[in-house]
């Protein structure tokens, strides 16, 4: 049984600029040093590196695998993620960064 973990207000307010494509916002959110994921998450599909894929902007993916730390199982869950949408240029991006 998994058991789910509920997301702080901060990472869902992260996850909102992902999904709104605020770019500028985002890196600033990454200088500051900020909580960018759950450390231990059991949900690889609740990261904000899956929402950015969800959202097809490329900027985006790029600039959270720069910013580094993923686990295996994020990556791999975008990197499925992307290829299932047929967004090839970001599973190549996954492939590359990841």
Do not use: C
Request: hydrophobic share 45%; aromatic share 8%; no cysteine.
């Amino acid at each position: 049984m998994k058991v789910r973990t509920a997301l702080p207000d901060d990472l869902k307010n992260f996850i909102r600029l992902v999904q709104a494509g605020k770019l500028f916002a985002v890196q600033d959110w990454i200088k500051s040093g900020k909580q960018l994921r759950l450390v231990d998450s059991n949900q690889p599909k609740t990261s904000v590196l899956y929402a950015a894929v969800e959202s097809g902007f490329h900027s985006m993916v790029e600039e959270l695998l720069r910013a580094g730390g993923w686990s295996v199982s994020e990556l791999s869950a975008a990197l499925d993620l992307a290829r299932s949408t047929r967004r090839f240029d970001l599973a190549e991006l996954l492939s590359q960064r990841g």
